[in-house]
């Protein structure tokens, strides 16, 4: 059974820096899997933040958060990272990793695992 435990989230102020965590357990060779970070804010959709190719290491940002956001990921512990750095308030959301075997995609819908979300606020 499949299961992703997201972590570090916390309530901080404009300008802090936190770094997510995503636990990864029942999942078959690990590095073969594309990973996403998503968050969604009260009343929003559900939007991409960043992605992961667990065995280049290659990855990408959305627009909003390129230059303040770093994923990485540690096949060895089976655990996916968000660095967030330089927060803002628009940052707040529920932050959620996901895993997917076959797309590289930005779209939630093509992913088809989940962990339960890691709330994020950031106040001014």
């Known amino acids: 059974q499949v299961q992703l435990v997201e972590s570090g989230g916390e309530s901080v102020q404009t300008g802090a820096s936190l770094r997510l965590s995503c636990a990864a357990s029942?999942?078959?060779?690990?590095?073969?899997?594309?990973v996403g970070w998503f968050r969604q804010a009260p009343g929003k959709e559900r939007e991409f933040v960043a992605r992961?190719?667990?065995?280049?290491?290659?990855?990408d940002y959305a627009q909003a958060v390129k230059g303040r956001f770093a994923i990485s990921r540690d096949n060895a512990k089976n655990t996916v990272y968000l660095q967030m750095n330089s927060l803002k308030p628009e940052d707040t959301a529920v932050y959620f990793c996901?895993?997917?075997?076959?797309?590289?995609?930005?779209?939630?819908?093509?992913?088809?695992?989940w962990g339960q979300g890691t709330q994020v606020t950031v106040f001014s």
């Open positions: 996901a895993f997917d075997r076959r797309r590289w995609s930005v779209v939630p819908s093509s992913y088809d695992y």
């Open positions: 029942g999942l078959t060779f690990f590095s073969t899997y594309l």
């Open positions: 992961i190719k667990l065995n280049s290491g290659f990855s």
